[in-house]
C-alpha cells in the first residue's frame, strides 16, 4: 500500500494535536492564523482518514488508528473527468445584459468567455453586480469589458484530481473552475475549455459517496 501525502499544513495540524491535544479547531486555526473555514476540509481528511479523532465538546486528539484508509485513497483517485459537467460560455462580445440571461437561465455563478473554442476568461455573479450598480447600459457593454482574462484564470485538466479541484476551489474562494486541455497552433499553447467543476459538482459527489455506503 502506498503512504498518504499530506499537505504541509495538515502535517501542522498533526503536530499541534499530537503535543497538546485535545485541541479545538477554534485554537487550531488560531495557532496557524488561518480561518476555520479554511481549516475544514484539512480537519475532514484527517479524520476520515482515521489520523485525527473528534470528540464533540471537547475537540480534536491523536489517534492511534492505521492512517491508511481506501475511502480517502478511492476519493483521492477519481478524476475531474468524471464528476465534471458542461461549462456554460459565451463570446466576448456578448452583451453584459445577454449573458446575465444566460447566467440566470442556466442557474450558474460563473461564464465563461471562448473565442472558437479557446477559453479567454471568465465573469462572476459579482462581477455582474458591480457593473449593475455603476449604472452602466449593459444592453450596450461587451461581457469583455469585464471578464477577468487568462492568464489569471484558475483551471484545471480533466486527468487532475477531484481532490485537487476542490482544494483550489476552496483556495481561490471561487464557484467553479474551467476545465482544460492544451491545444497547439504552431508554438503557441492555448487552453481548450471542455468542462467545468464547480461547488455542485464536488457536493454530489459527496453525495453519491454517502449513498454508496
Do not use: W
Not at 11 to 29: F, H, Y
Not at 51 to 59: C, Y
Not at 85 to 104: C, G
Not at 165 to 191: C, T, W, Y
Request: aromatic share 6%; hydrophobic share 45%; net charge positive.
Amino acid at each position: 500500500m502506498n503512504s498518504i501525502k499530506l499537505t504541509l499544513r495538515q502535517e501542522e495540524i498533526i503536530k499541534l494535536v499530537k503535543n497538546n491535544g485535545p485541541v479545538t479547531s477554534e485554537a487550531l486555526a488560531e495557532k496557524l492564523n488561518v480561518t476555520r473555514a479554511a481549516l475544514r476540509p484539512d480537519l475532514a481528511i484527517l479524520t476520515m482518514t482515521g489520523i485525527l479523532e473528534a470528540k464533540p465538546k471537547v475537540g480534536y486528539i491523536y489517534s492511534k488508528k492505521p492512517s491508511y484508509s481506501l475511502v480517502y485513497e478511492y476519493i483521492r483517485n477519481i478524476k475531474v473527468q468524471d464528476v465534471m459537467s458542461n461549462p456554460i460560455v459565451v463570446d466576448e462580445n456578448t452583451t453584459v445584459y445577454d449573458a446575465i440571461v444566460h447566467l440566470f437561465l442556466n442557474d450558474v455563478g460563473t461564464l465563461f468567455i471562448q473565442n472558437n473554442g479557446i477559453l479567454l476568461g471568465a465573469v462572476s455573479r459579482k462581477d455582474f453586480l458591480k457593473i449593475a450598480m455603476g449604472g452602466t447600459d449593459m444592453q450596450k457593454v461587451p461581457v469583455g469589458v469585464i471578464m477577468t482574462r487568462m492568464p489569471n484564470i484558475v483551471f484545471v485538466e480533466k486527468e487532475d484530481t477531484a481532490y485537487l479541484a476542490a482544494q483550489r476551489i476552496m483556495e481561490h474562494e471561487v464557484d467553479s473552475l474551467p476545465v482544460v486541455e492544451r491545444v497547439f497552433d504552431g508554438s503557441k499553447e492555448n487552453l481548450k475549455i471542455i468542462g467545468k467543476i464547480s461547488k455542485t459538482n464536488i457536493t454530489k459527489l459527496f453525495v453519491k459517496l454517502g449513498e454508496a455506503n
